[in-house]
């Protein structure tokens, strides 16, 4: 359905845009401006809603992108100018500039858990350009959000908020790729994982998937948001940050373990994507 025929079906069921949350509802909220690295991620907010009824959005032409993931209780969106049912363990993903409204509907609370993205984010399937809903798992989600929202509270460490940010990110996307994506890319990056320390490049993984380097490129982009050379390099700074938090090895040693020529070369990579070196980042999390 065109966007243009899906704007006069909201409006044929009296719907217009609004934004209502509620003198009821309690929500918990995380911007970028809270923490800085969602912004890496072109992250506008994320948060929990604990919605009642009175609860009720309409976006007509929304410049967002959003993932709405049910808890418990159960609210209804829109799909194809149809209300339906969104139950605990379904998401409502909602594409930019596809209109698209939800709302709660009893008296029994609807508990959710949303990450909304900016426009021009490279964190979408190509392939969802309407409003679809989806199985998820929302405890990762819900884990990722409320421990954003507790460093808020706390010790609001760059370190800290980076993993949550990239936590909630991953599973996000892993969440629209089980429905969306190619099963090929996780089977690469299971393979990549198991030999962290092997010097990669991009012919080597499109090697892998018996396809071209651009192809693979290609699809990353579409799939993860990153290049795979750059998914490559969060992965092992990933288990870099595990290595440092859970074992005795020198930087040195993980370095080599993760693929680094070098401490230095490992070290300015690690402070680009945490905030901190290495070191700094061990001391906080032992």
């Not at 930019?96 to 993205?117: D, K």
């Not at 760059?158 to 190619?182: C, E, I, K, Q, Y």
């Not at 930087?251 to 402070?271: D, P, Q």
């Amino acid at each position: 359905m065109s966007t243009t025929r899906t704007i006069a079906r909201l409006r044929d069921i009296h719907l217009d845009e609004h934004h209502r949350i509620g003198s009821r509802t309690r929500e918990t909220l995380v911007s970028p401006e809270d923490c800085p690295a969602l912004g890496a991620f072109g992250i506008r907010l994320c948060g929990r809603s604990r919605a009642l009824r009175g609860f009720s959005f309409s976006r007509l032409r929304p410049p967002i992108r959003q993932v709405l993931a049910c808890e418990s209780g159960t609210g209804e969106v829109l799909i194809g100018g149809e209300w339906i049912r969104l139950a605990p363990g379904q998401a409502y993903c909602t594409p930019n500039g596809a209109p698209h409204a939800y709302r709660a509907s009893t008296a029994t609370p609807w508990s959710l858990v949303w990450v909304t993205y900016e426009p021009d984010a490279h964190a979408w399937p190509a392939v969802l350009d309407q409003p679809v809903v989806l199985p998820i798992d929302t405890r990762p989600l819900s884990a990722a959000v409320d421990g954003l929202a507790r460093e808020l509270l706390s010790a609001r460490d760059p370190a800290m908020f980076a993993r949550w940010a990239d936590l909630l990110h991953h599973h996000v996307h892993r969440g629209l790729a089980r429905t969306a994506g190619d099963p090929r890319l996780a089977q690469l990056w299971e393979a990549v994982a198991a030999d962290l320390g092997d010097p990669w490049t991009l012919g080597d993984l499109a090697r892998r998937l018996s396809i071209g380097p651009e192809q693979l490129r290609r699809l990353c982009l579409a799939e993860l948001g990153r290049t795979p050379m750059r998914h490559v390099a969060e992965l092992r700074l990933a288990r870099a940050a595990t290595l440092l938090s859970a074992t005795p090895l020198s930087v040195e040693e993980i370095a080599n373990h993760v693929g680094y020529a070098n401490a230095f070369a490992f070290s300015t990579a690690f402070r680009r994507r945490y905030a901190v070196p290495p070191a700094r980042f061990r001391a906080g999390n032992r």
